[in-house]
């Protein structure tokens, strides 16, 4: 047997002990069995190479961090409440429209923070009892919103996994937008139809409206959405008029739209707003402290050499079908794990595709690890907030969406040459 390979059974057995039997948190269990597999590579404990790892994604943890204060302004000062009121009044006779525009609510939080967990635990608590009350079961309802949070996490500006693979194949993150929305618009409106259309035919104005509070509208009128209208722009502008709005960087624009968001609605505590993000996101940034550990380790002793030969040694037909099944079930241990650990290699195999939408394709295939037990933290979380004790209720619900999404990223793997030459 290979010592690399020796090393990487090592690596995942103390993660996966960690994780599973000591449940400890997936940022530290990363930490323990990067410094396990340098033990067993004979390197002893390399602190400066832990040391480095930890700052490997310093720019998307400084993106996530100022992304989930912003959010949590945007929440606490009603705008997200009222625009699902605004949403309700206006398309109650559409129940299709409605449905597609709630998933885009669902999908918001994780679009700007890159964090399925965000967008289940903001928007996807403010819109279930709206999906429960249209008449969709509390299981579809929990779908909807781990789906809405999955697909809002792998959707631009901010996509992690994509991050994550352009850092470790030394590639700027850069014209992800159009192949980013190509991929998670069209799934998101197929599992939004999907899983409530037939449930919501008939829908009841007033009774949908009564669990909502629509005074935050009533009171602030469209100032209210300012903060993101602010945030849109700003990243817009920077893209259409470089010359004129120099690009200020996704950090520098969020705490902008936050401290727009200060003062166009409910009042807020901004110190105790910017603590209550911080705390929430504290998970996702450990995360990826902890990859960059594993991943840097792993490049000390080789074993991501080895992986990244393995995978260009596989023939076309097992490389795909690694992609389709190792990528999400590996993602059950992280989605940012995932992404480091086998999307890289699999780019690097993939050479001959067009990088960008490649790149998005895989960050897709793994992001749906947060549907993958036992983690599947996106499955678990919408089960929460609807008030289902047993998750894989919801997981079956999420079958048929989820492997439409694997589908969709293999067939724009296959096509991304033909794609790339009509997008870009």
Do not use: W
């Amino acid at each position: 047997m290979q010592p690399e390979l020796v090393i990487l059974l090592v690596m995942l057995a103390v993660f996966a002990a960690g994780c599973f039997v000591v449940k400890l948190p997936v940022g530290i269990a990363l930490a323990l069995a990067a410094a396990a597999g340098a033990l067993a590579a004979g390197e002893g404990i390399p602190v400066r190479h832990l040391v480095e790892g930890t700052f490997v994604y310093l720019d998307t943890v400084v993106v996530i961090a100022t992304a989930m204060m912003f959010m949590k302004v945007v929440q606490e000062s009603g705008a997200l409440m009222a625009l699902s009121g605004h949403l309700v009044c206006r398309f109650y006779k559409h129940p299709a429209i409605l449905l597609i525009f709630l998933m885009v609510i669902v999908m918001f939080p994780g679009m700007i923070t890159g964090s399925s967990t965000a967008a289940v635990l903001s928007a996807g608590s403010i819109i279930a009892p709206v999906l429960i009350t249209m008449g969709l079961p509390a299981t579809n309802a929990a779908a909807f919103i781990a789906m809405g949070g999955l697909l809002g996490m792998i959707a631009p500006p901010v996509n992690i996994p994509a991050m994550i693979i352009c850092s470790g194949v030394d590639m700027p993150y850069v014209g992800f937008e159009i192949p980013g929305f190509l991929l998670s618009i069209p799934l998101a409106i197929f599992s939004a139809l999907f899983l409530g259309c037939r449930h919501c035919m008939g829908l009841d104005h007033d009774r949908v409206a009564s669990r909502i509070e629509l005074q935050e509208r009533k009171n602030y009128g469209p100032l209210i959405y300012l903060p993101i209208a602010v945030v849109i722009a700003l990243m817009i502008l920077s893209k259409i008029f470089p010359l004129l709005m120099p690009n200020l960087g996704m950090p520098v624009i969020f705490l902008i739209g936050s401290f727009v968001g200060l003062f166009t609605g409910e009042r807020i505590n901004a110190v105790r707003a910017a603590k209550d993000a911080i705390r929430e996101a504290l998970p996702v940034m450990g995360i990826l402290m902890g990859v960059g550990m594993f991943i840097q380790v792993m490049t000390l002793t080789g074993v991501r050499g080895y992986v990244v030969v393995s995978c260009l040694g596989l023939p076309s037909f097992l490389l795909y079908l690694g992609l389709a099944l190792a990528v999400p079930v590996f993602g059950a241990v992280s989605a940012f794990g995932s992404a480091s650990v086998l999307g890289v290699p699999f780019v690097l195999a993939l050479l001959g595709q067009n990088q960008v939408i490649t790149v998005s394709a895989i960050s897709q295939l793994a992001g749906l690890g947060d549907l993958m037990p036992p983690t599947a933290l996106a499955g678990i979380f919408a089960a929460q907030v609807v008030g289902i004790d047993n998750y894989f209720l919801v997981l079956k619900k999420c079958i048929v969406p989820a492997l439409v999404c694997v589908f969709c990223s293999l067939l724009f793997i296959l096509c991304s040459n033909v794609m790339a030459s009509i997008i870009f």
